[in-house]
């Protein structure tokens, strides 16, 4: 399969089983052209980016009825999903066969995740605060810093627009004793967007280990609230600022911790204006928030607070007619507030950008570079470049190289020297070059995207025994982090969809062949084969649709030993509109009731039957 890659992803890239319309033609020229601004930072329509995209709407959020934020990616392009349990439990998302903390979660721009673990709580999204998803794969750290080996993927809170203030609210439950409900408000004037919500979402869940703790379901509740404003002053200025806080209580089956009590939160205020013509500048603040208290019969065992503090500063400057520049600074702060002891409890990170983009005829050039001063570590520089080329009207062809790195956690470098873990000071941050060939083809009514790529990872961080290791108990053993190993990823990812008259459909498949070179075994968690259909249809004021998702099997261990086996499920959903604002929403998930596992020991929901009742205010 390794060798066969690279061929069929070229044939498949030049030879698009789809319409042969030219964009923008034909009878209904309503186009699949999403913009984005992940990519580069810069706004651009997913046909113009020279990088893997994926955009999820909030009118396929909303199509797709999904109870937690996994449902919304899982299966994707490039995008794998392992969780040890439902609604609430620690989840990771990779993208490319990458680790999940390989992954870089963007809120609105504001980076996210633990400073202690190094991962996003990806588990703690609330779907129904979200406008719009984009998945960018491949590595941005010559863009956004560290983390960004695999790629990114930017959660953006929902917005006013102009018009009079129009309340949405929804109402639903199901099976797992499940609630939620939510109100929102979302409006604006010549001047001033903004908008208001509040969601809460309340289940009492599953039993998530079957011979861990106790057999009692592990419940989860969130209560989220999102809000965000703008207001443009005369001179051209812009106030600008957002929220999206969650707070709530996840129940596990653990040695000791039964229930976790979190916040996950970002907020951001800035401004941006005009400096010249051509020159566009912005400065903005934010504060992310990852915190954990854990608890044992209701008893404070541990705390994990993380706090990061984050100053931006953003040039966008027009060099041309066809030439844009994006250069600015990041400056953040990490800080850890626990009951454990570590050695250090903060560290900065100033980090230098540059994007340069340019049309020459039907080609397209990018570049970008960063720099990254790092109190533990010192410095480290990493770039990328891309090339497109405009083959057809339809279909377009890109290639490029980046290097990334992702800096140590705390957990790594400073764990108190106690019990069978301890941090490493000496830690090297993991380094990443990764190759994208790729092709897109878009009509006016379907598009498909294929790419193939090639990663490998330098200095991996894996915990080693370092102590106690050959005494014959394995509870004394002691272990310590360490660059020791070394990956090679490859694949190839397929992604297409249409808007046909009433039918809708989107089709990702993914092929991996992710490997530790080190060992030869294959990396844990990572599919050799994953693939997601959606299919909807519009009958009327009646909407069916449906997802399959498949996966092959995988190995739950580094030494290839736990054999997790492959999956298939089908999900089907329903919704009527009552009148133009009230509509009423039903899914089955799971339909075959499959038992299966993403991650060992941890058990998956069964059939599950839910409705909602929905209210959007029209104008």
Not at 274 to 303: C, H, I, K, M
Not at 474 to 487: H, K, L, R, T
Not at 598 to 612: D, L
């Amino acid at each position: 399969m390794k060798r066969s890659i690279l061929s069929a992803a070229i044939v498949a890239a030049v030879s698009p089983a789809v319409a042969d319309e030219a964009p923008g033609t034909g009878p209904d020229s309503a186009t699949l052209e999403p913009v984005q601004v992940t990519a580069t930072r810069l706004s651009q329509t997913v046909d113009e980016a020279l990088a893997s995209v994926t955009v999820i709407d909030r009118e396929e959020i909303e199509r797709l009825q999904p109870r937690q934020f996994t449902d919304l990616v899982e299966g994707r392009a490039g995008v794998s999903v392992s969780s040890a349990g439902p609604f609430g439990k620690q989840s990771s998302v990779r993208l490319r066969g990458t680790e999940s903390d390989h992954h870089l979660m963007l809120i609105d721009g504001v980076r996210m995740g633990s400073a202690t673990t190094g991962g996003a709580s990806w588990q703690f999204l609330p779907p129904e605060e979200i406008d719009r998803v984009e998945i960018v794969r491949g590595p941005r750290t010559s863009i956004y810093g560290s983390d960004a080996i695999g790629g990114v993927t930017q959660v953006f809170s929902r917005a006013g627009r102009e018009g009079p203030p129009r309340v949405n609210a929804f109402l639903g439950a199901g099976s797992f004793s499940t609630w939620e409900a939510g109100l929102g408000v979302a409006g604006g004037t010549g001047r001033t967007d903004y908008s208001l919500s509040v969601s809460m979402y309340d289940t009492e869940g599953i039993n998530v280990q079957d011979d861990m703790g106790d057999d009692d379901p592990d419940g989860y509740d969130n209560t989220s609230l999102a809000g965000k404003v703008a207001h443009r002053l005369d001179n051209g200025i812009e106030l600008f600022g957002n929220l999206l806080y969650s707070e709530g209580n996840t129940e596990v089956d653990a040695f000791s911790t039964d229930e976790t009590d979190f916040v996950h939160g970002a907020v951001q205020a800035g401004v941006r204006f005009p400096v010249l013509e051509q020159w566009d500048t912005e400065l903005a603040y934010a504060q992310s928030r990852d915190e954990n208290e854990n608890f044992e019969n209701g008893v404070a065992d541990s705390r994990f607070d993380t706090r990061r503090d984050q100053l931006t500063w953003r040039n966008d400057v027009r060099l041309g007619e066809r030439t844009d520049l994006i250069a600015g600074v990041d400056a953040y702060e990490d800080r850890v507030d626990s009951n454990e002891d570590f050695d250090e409890d903060s560290r900065y990170n100033v980090g230098v950008y540059s994007v340069v983009r340019t049309e020459l005829g039907n080609h397209d050039l990018e570049g970008s570079l960063r720099y990254d001063d790092n109190e533990q570590f010192g410095d480290k520089t990493t770039g990328q470049v891309a090339w497109g080329m405009q083959a057809t009207d339809a279909l377009r062809l890109r290639a490029s190289y980046g290097t990334a790195f992702k800096a140590p956690t705390f957990n790594d470098l400073y764990w108190p020297d106690e019990g069978w873990f301890r941090g490493n000071p000496d830690l090297a941050p993991e380094e990443s070059g990764t190759f994208e060939l790729g092709g897109r083809y878009s009509a006016s009514l379907a598009y498909v995207d294929v790419a193939v790529f090639e990663t490998r990872v330098d200095d991996l961080i894996v915990n080693r025994c370092v102590a106690n290791c050959d005494d014959g108990n394995p509870f004394s053993d002691v272990y310590e982090p360490g660059n020791v190993e070394n990956a090679r990823i490859q694949g190839m990812e397929i992604e297409g969809g249409h808007d046909l008259g009433p039918w809708n459909s989107r089709v990702s498949l993914t092929l991996l062949d992710a490997e530790d070179r080190d060992t030869g075994n294959e990396l844990a968690r990572r599919a050799p084969v994953s693939a997601r259909f959606d299919l909807d249809r519009q009958i009327g004021d009646f909407s069916v649709g449906g997802t399959i998702l498949a996966r092959s099997r995988t190995y739950d261990d580094a030494s290839n030993e736990e054999r997790l086996s492959g999956y298939g499920t089908m999900n089907l959903r329903a919704a009527y509109a009552l009148d133009p604002e009230w509509t009423v929403e039903g899914s089955l998930t799971n339909v075959f009731d499959r038992d299966y596992e993403t991650q060992g020991g941890f058990n998956t929901p069964g059939r599950a039957a839910f409705v909602k009742l929905r209210y959007q205010q029209q104008r």
